[in-house]
């Protein structure tokens, strides 16, 4: 399975911007998706996750109320909507999928097994 992801950009805080995931390769089952964001200097950190089928969604509190994580399995794709954003949250974004959790929704990065490219988010105050 191979990861794409995209839409991230120059926002100013306050604005929106939403990133794309879309997977392609072994596409027969969809996967549970995750979230995460890397910035300067700090570690990967979970942002959100979506079950297979989207019946459940987990946050990290610092986006609960902001972000918006859905996905459309017909076009193989995740999204992360991305509302009232503030400097904090500039980071490069990653999504990555979980082969194995059918119903969970897992936090932990090492639990994920394949990872997209990275799109930068940078949000001026």
């Known amino acids: 399975v191979q990861l794409q992801a995209s839409g991230g950009g120059l926002v100013q805080a306050g604005g929106s911007l939403r990133l794309s995931c879309t997977a392609s390769?072994?596409?027969?089952?969809?996967?549970?998706t995750g979230w995460f964001r890397q910035a300067p200097g700090e570690e990967r950190k979970f942002v959100a996750v979506?079950?297979?089928?989207?019946?459940?969604?987990y946050y990290a509190d610092s986006v609960k109320g902001r972000f918006t994580i859905s996905r459309d399995n017909a076009k193989n794709t995740v999204y992360l909507q991305m509302n009232s954003l503030k400097s904090e949250d500039t980071a490069v974004y990653y999504c990555?999928?979980?082969?194995?959790?059918?119903?969970?929704?897992?936090?932990?990065?090492?639990?994920?097994?394949?990872w997209g490219q990275g799109t930068q988010v940078t949000v001026s105050s």
């Open positions: 990555a999928a979980d082969r194995d959790s059918i119903v969970g929704v897992p936090t932990d990065a090492r639990r994920f097994d394949y």
């Open positions: 390769g072994h596409t027969d089952s969809s996967h549970c």
């Open positions: 979506i079950s297979r089928t989207g019946g459940r969604t």
